[in-house]
């Protein structure tokens, strides 16, 4: 049975930090990319960040380069998502995407609120 667990979220004062973590089970963590995506309050599900298989290209969403990073640990079955600077347009569920070919598994979800 495939699992992604996402955990880190919470509560944080803008301009803190945060890391996310998605740990994967039940399929073999080294063949997929892995993304995070976040959905806000009436907003749709938008993609943040994507890393390859192999960890050798990263992307991002024009809104978060430079404050996002993300990365993967394979011996750790984990993917990362290190977030600076955050801002109240940053409150969402993130979400942790696992994609091979014609499979796509999702995590649950973490909420991250950014507030004072």
């Known amino acids: 049975q495939e699992h992604l667990v996402e955990s880190g979220g919470g509560l944080v004062q803008p301009g803190g930090s945060l890391r996310l973590s998605c740990a994967a089970s039940?399929?073999?963590?080294?063949?997929?990319?892995m993304s995070w995506y976040r959905q806000a309050p009436g907003k749709e599900r938008e993609l943040v960040a994507r890393i390859t298989n192999n960890g050798d290209s990263t992307n991002y969403a024009d809104s978060v380069k430079g404050r996002f990073t993300i990365s993967r640990d394979d011996a750790r079955n984990t993917v990362y998502l290190q977030i600076h600077n955050l801002n109240s347009e940053d409150t969402a569920v993130y979400f942790c995407n696992a994609h091979w070919g014609w499979s796509s598994y999702w995590g649950q979800g973490t909420q991250v609120t950014v507030s004072s």
């Open positions: 039940g399929f073999t963590f080294s063949r997929y990319a």
